[in-house]
């Protein structure tokens, strides 16, 4: 009865403050204001702080109810909850002949073992803030609360008993339980729905429940008196356990030693006056649960309209206009061959005596919509990257009964179209500003375009031939990628991602030219080393105020003397190949490092590899600083 009277209370709390909270809002007109009850049922899994020897809890049912009022998302919820979970022997029960020492000498067999036991029956009446999301088609809500309010605990006595082969019963353990507790109760709980009609809906969720300030042990032993020769027990016993003679070490410090069974236990007891034996348990539980929720829309109450009467004259009625239908054109943007659609596409309608009706840009998906049109014929065009698309027009006669018209314009061309980005070579930075270049090797053919903020570009590329791209930004040392149009099939694919790096050319710090090749012992440029020289004259045509120094390096093998002349000797060979390509001798310098800079510990004497000795073997360039002589 206590437990109803207090669970009533709590509801009429939640619903006086709810109405408060809904007076307030009525002034400032809120959305969705909505009571909700909810019914569940589940399983209830327990968190008992405990270590009794012999003694365990599982889980058992758990039924609850929970109502609702939320204004929009933010709401107030409260509960009432039901549960159950049962004390076992654990690893006695059903285990006929255990084995149980007595005396430091003797062992009993039992050949069989009996528990009596209480549920432990726990209810939880709370309060709290709620919150809830809901999808885009509101079939969907999620819901997470958090309540505080009172826990009831109950039960959970337990005895155990051994029968021994001669008939015997001995007490093998005991808990008293809990008796009537009142305990400061949290909850959080989590639950979704799925709406299947405007009201009705199905949940499931799941919550953690504890209970605060710990539960104190039953000092009424009622099923230790009544099932066993306890009856003479005089103080109450919180926890009993048998013991060998040889292991009547005291619990907890102060436990004493009980012989009312025959038997000798360590007991946890009321002694002359003390109740210091009797424990406080942590007790929390976690479960899941499913149930029904039925939800309903508080409605404000009409205000009297005061009637006055009066003298009305004739009302002459006005001619209603005739409705007009307007319409809505879809346009989408494609390629002709590969039916890709064409995002970032310019379209223009017009009318049909070229008067422009409105412009707009296709979205991701290519598509752009022209909305509040008069049944007319219209033209619509597109223009892509420069290149116009095919006009589409629209007949009059195809609107129809107030329906969307939907519409295609067709980019004919056989340009490939390269989507591409400017980087930071060996690193994730882009570049922004950028000059690309895409010129075709053999003719005068160049297509020039500048990256965005985020390093991004868009070009034309033909459908045959061979091209250099390159990128060009004053201090960039760009790299040069040839790009083959025969690799791509036009019938296939219209889009070409590319991506152009090149590197920050600070003075003073060398980058790698590579593939600058010689023959063994020999400083004579080969043929296939010029291209990556030409990247280098490229470089200084456009940035003409730099000066360079190239410096080339060698492995360990042979003398220092050796290979500092066969260097220097390499550095001015690509020196001298860069000023043939017209370049100022005083803007590039050659110098010959030898073996003095290794790039890994291959130095004379050290057993490398050959792979190991080839990174040492480099030809590097630099930019040199203004004030470096």
């Not at 051994?162 to 709980?189: C, M, P, V, W």
């Not at 009705?200 to 104190?216: T, V």
């Amino acid at each position: 009865m206590k437990q109803i009277k207090l669970m009533i209370t709590l509801m009429l709390l939640a619903f006086s403050y709810s109405q408060s909270k809904a007076q307030i809002n009525d002034a400032v007109k809120t959305k969705n204001k909505e009571w909700q009850i909810s019914a569940r049922a589940g399983y209830d899994h327990p968190i008992f702080n405990e270590d009794f020897k012999y003694i365990n809890y599982k889980g058992g049912i758990m039924a609850g109810i929970s109502a609702n009022h939320y204004w929009n998302k933010l709401g107030i919820q409260a509960d009432f909850d039901y549960l159950v979970n049962t004390p076992v022997s654990d690893g006695l029960n059903g285990s006929k002949y255990f084995n149980y020492a007595l005396t430091g000498t003797s062992v009993l067999k039992y050949s069989d073992v009996f528990t009596h036991k209480e549920n432990v029956k726990r209810s939880f009446v709370g309060i709290g803030p709620a919150y809830r999301f809901m999808s885009k088609n509101k079939k969907i809500q999620t819901e997470l609360a958090l309540l505080g309010g009172i826990g009831f605990v109950n039960g959970g006595e337990v005895v155990v008993e051994g029968k021994r082969e001669n008939g015997t019963i001995d007490l093998l353990t005991y808990h008293s339980g809990f008796n009537h507790l009142s305990l400061f109760t949290g909850k959080a709980q989590a639950r979704v729905t799925y709406l299947i009609s405007k009201h009705w809906g199905l949940n499931i969720g799941a919550y953690y429940i504890r209970h605060f300030d710990g539960a104190e042990e039953s000092s009424y032993n009622t099923l230790l008196k009544t099932t066993t020769s306890g009856s003479s027990i005089t103080n109450p016993i919180y926890y009993a356990e048998s013991k060998a003679y040889s292991d009547q070490a005291s619990e907890n410090g102060v436990a004493g030693q009980y012989t009312a069974f025959g038997n000798v236990y360590t007991v946890r007891q009321y002694q002359n006056g003390n109740e210091s034996m009797r424990n406080k348990l942590d007790l929390a539980s976690v479960g899941a649960f499913a149930g029904i929720t039925y939800r309903f829309t508080t409605r404000k109450k009409a205000t009297p309209v005061k009637v006055v009467e009066q003298i009305i004259a004739p009302v002459i009625p006005t001619p209603t206009p005739p409705v007009i239908t307007k319409y809505c054109i879809q346009v989408t943007a494609r390629d002709r061959y590969t039916n890709e659609v064409l995002p970032n596409t310019d379209i223009a309608l017009k009318s049909s005596n070229g008067t422009l009706i409105g412009t707009s840009k296709t979205n991701a998906y290519g598509t752009s919509q022209f909305c509040d049109l008069l049944p007319e014929n219209y033209t619509i065009a597109g223009v892509l990257n420069d290149v116009a698309l095919d006009v589409s027009t629209v007949n009059k006669a195809e609107f129809y009964n107030g329906q969307m018209l939907s519409k295609d314009v067709l980019y004919s061309d056989r340009n490939f179209i390269v989507i591409g980005k400017a980087t930071e070579c060996y690193t994730f930075n882009t570049i922004s500003d950028m000059n690309i270049m895409l010129e075709q090797k053999g003719s005068e053919y160049k297509n020039i375009v500048r990256s965005d903020y985020n390093g991004n570009f868009v070009m034309q590329l033909p459908e045959n031939g061979v091209y250099a791209l390159s990128g060009k930004k004053d201090n960039y040392f760009t790299q040069t990628k040839e790009v083959v149009a025969a690799n791509f099939n036009r019938e296939k694919s219209h889009f070409i991602q590319l991506e152009i790096c090149a590197e920050k050319a600070d003075c003073d710090k060398g980058l790698g030219l590579n593939n600058i090749l010689f023959d063994v012992n020999k400083a004579i440029i080969k043929e296939e080393s010029k291209k990556e020289l030409d990247r280098l004259v490229k470089f200084m045509q456009d940035n003409p105020q730099v000066k360079i120094e190239i410096g080339s390096h060698t492995d360990c093998r042979s003398s220092a003397a050796y290979n500092k002349k066969l260097s220097q000797n390499r550095a001015n060979a690509s020196v001298n190949y860069v000023i043939s390509q017209g370049i100022s001798n005083d803007r590039i310098v050659g110098k010959g490092y030898g073996e003095s800079k290794l790039l890994n510990g291959c130095a004379d004497g050290v057993k490398c590899t050959e792979e190991q000795h080839s990174i040492n073997r480099r030809t590097e360039m630099k930019v040199i600083c203004p004030n470096n002589k």
